[in-house]
């Protein structure tokens, strides 16, 4: 639905500050990425004497979207935060929400908390480039191809190429429209999404190989340090496969537990055809979406936990089919 007194409150503290920083949630993926670099460079394109900012711990795995800048003291001085793809302040990457003269979230995440003036925050959409899509649409924000192809990715991406619920007839619009006013070349898009190195696909044999389903259907790997050390890929590797496991016959749920020894956690990356399970990962200090969730975990005996609940979802969905 149009929800043209959002866009207009957003739009006019974009044109009144002219510092803006644009931040997005730990351990980015192309969405989180996406909409920060895509509204960047539409401000930009829309006016190009203001500073703006994307900032955040970059990920070399989605370096071809873009740079970020680094944070300055300076970058925090009667300017504004535009948060994106964050449902909660702890999660929000490089800086600190508080130190802003103001701030906005947009967020496509279940609702968790408030911590911005302006929170634009709907789980009816595919992704926040979706939203940042219409937010440019309905305002006199400035589309450019290199604005499109950044969203587009980002939004294709948390769709998994449009097999999730979330990619409504809204979204097909949103995207026809994307497609009819700009030269984005599509074609040149999906390479760099799909395209992985060798020894990543041969892991993926490794984990189908390791996969364990339970009675109720629930599929999962652990994967301490010395496991990963022998495959020679890290903590995240996993989870950039874990959407390739959606279809198996004999599983409706599944994660990967990786230890990551940049900050002694374990890794979890959960997916679901039907079980909710961003519940169990709330539980566990994550969260995220009803099919699609994270956590990060201290043991292996807390994954063995997390496990025996995810399971139970498993069951208790089954015997309500």
Not at 135 to 157: F, Q, R
Request: with cysteine.
């Amino acid at each position: 639905m149009f929800q043209g007194s959002i866009y207009k409150k957003i739009f006019r503290k974009i044109k009144k500050y002219n510092t803006i920083v644009i931040a997005r949630h730990v351990g980015p993926d192309p969405d989180a990425l996406g909409s920060v670099l895509g509204l960047k460079q539409a401000i930009l394109n829309t006016f190009p004497h203001k500073k703006v900012y994307a900032v955040g711990c970059p990920a070399s795995k989605f370096r071809y979207l873009g740079t970020l800048d680094n944070v300055t003291d300076e970058m925090y001085e009667n300017s504004l935060l535009i948060v994106l793809d964050t449902p909660d302040a702890k999660r929000v990457d490089g800086v600190n929400p508080s130190k802003f003269r103001y701030t906005i979230k947009i967020d496509h995440h279940p609702y968790v908390e408030t911590f911005c003036k302006i929170e634009w925050v709907d789980d009816t959409y595919s992704s926040a480039s979706e939203m940042v899509l219409e937010l440019i649409y309905y305002t006199k924000l400035k589309m450019s191809t290199e604005v499109a192809e950044k969203l587009y990715i980002g939004l294709v991406a948390d769709t998994d190429r449009f097999m999730f619920k979330t990619s409504t007839a809204r979204t097909f619009y949103n995207v026809s429209r994307l497609l009819d006013e700009t030269e984005l070349d599509i074609t040149k898009i999906y390479p760099k999404l799909y395209t992985r190195p060798l020894k990543e696909i041969q892991f993926q044999g490794f984990l189908s190989k390791h996969l364990t389903v339970t009675e109720h259907g629930f599929g999962y790997v652990k994967l301490p340090q010395e496991l990963l050390d022998e495959e020679q890929v890290d903590a995240a590797t996993a989870g950039n496969l874990i959407n390739n496991f959606n279809f198996i016959d004999e599983m409706i749920a599944w994660g990967f537990f990786s230890y990551d020894k940049t900050t002694g956690l374990i890794r979890g990356s959960l997916r679901s055809r039907g079980p909710v399970i961003n519940e169990i990962a709330k539980q566990f200090g994550g969260g995220g979406h009803a099919m699609a969730s994270g956590c990060r975990l201290h043991t292996f005996e807390e994954v063995d936990e997390m496990i025996l609940k995810l399971d139970q979802v498993c069951k208790e969905y089954r015997e309500q089919l």
